[in-house]
């Protein structure tokens, strides 16, 4: 983009992850209820904390969507930190991997599009992503048990070339940066969350798969395990003097603001009040 090749491509953080510091954070364990509330905090988030981490790229931020919480489909049953220890876990790189390495799994980094054979062939034992994902990669055939944990989401994000972007009539700028303001609640609505995320667990329980609910307590096991990933983000930033905890702190904040709220309520919100000042102009 900075050579003027593109346009408009996704800008994944993993994709680079020497390149991004506090960016990262948004992947931390527990954080946030729904993609559609990772979207929209992401960008609420942004200008103040994450802009410059992009904009030093020769990019503008277009717009973050956000997957779905990731869960984990295993061979066996999986309820509490300790069933997951010793278990060999498909995974994303970067955070995600820590996260399962802290509980005591052992995370193999693999595409999506590779999975499904390695799950079957016994390469992993279990699978760490969102119910979505899981159903249409079929992994229902092969796994037995259905944790839904939201364990961690992973923020997604797309940039502009800042000098098509600058180059556009005013009134077609705005509505193009108040139209991508609604996009990362489209992706929620449509794929990551709603109906649609109720039809993947659907699929994957008529596909016999044990849905294991956890209990509070449960739950709470999982939350107690993973903190120490947090403590540690907060602590290797804030040396770089970075505000982490701050950070970490408002990403908190917010996500509780919005906690319990419909996917119509989110929409209604940011349709009515776009988040200000991913672009300025």
């Known amino acids: 983009m900075a050579a003027n090749v593109t ?29 559609g509330v990772a979207a929209l905090v992401a960008e ?13 790229m020769q990019v503008y931020l277009a717009r973050c969507s956000a997957t779905t919480a990731y869960d984990i489909i295993s061979k066996t049953p999986v309820r509490t930190p300790s ?17 399962l390495r802290e509980i005591g799994a052992t995370p ?16 992993i034992d279990a699978v760490a992503l969102g119910a979505p994902d899981m ?14 944990l939201r364990l961690t989401h992973t923020v997604i994000q797309y940039c502009l070339n ?23 609640q489209l992706a929620n609505i449509n794929f990551y969350g709603g ?17 294991l609910e956890p209990t509070p307590d449960e739950r709470q096991e999982w939350v107690e395990a993973a903190r120490p990933i947090e403590q540690r983000f907060i602590a290797e930033n804030e040396k770089l003097g970075l505000p982490a905890g701050a950070f970490i702190a408002e990403a908190k904040e917010r996500s509780a603001r919005y906690e319990g709220w419909s996917d119509q309520q989110l929409w209604d919100h940011v349709s009515a009040g776009p988040v200000q000042g991913v672009i300025d102009f």
């Open 195 to 211: 109906e649609a995320l109720g039809t993947a667990i659907e699929t994957i329980e008529a596909g016999g798969v044990e849905i």
């Open 44 to 56: 609420e988030l942004y200008p103040e904390y994450l802009k410059s981490e992009y904009e030093r």
């Open 83 to 99: 069933d997951l220890r010793g278990l060999k876990v498909r995974s994303t790189g970067g955070l995600t991997a820590n996260i």
């Open 108 to 123: 193999v980094v693999l595409p999506t599009s590779e999975t499904y054979t390695a799950f079957q062939r016994g390469i």
């Open 135 to 148: 159903a249409a990669y079929r992994l229902q055939e092969i796994g037995n048990y259905f944790l839904p």
């Open 162 to 184: 800042p000098r098509t972007f600058d180059g556009l009539p005013a009134d077609l700028r705005l509505s193009l940066y108040n139209l991508f303001r609604l996009v990362g």
């Open 7 to 35: 346009d408009y491509t996704h800008a994944y953080a993993t994709y680079q992850p020497g390149s991004f510091h506090l960016t990262h954070g948004l992947q931390l364990p527990f954080l946030f209820q729904n993609s």
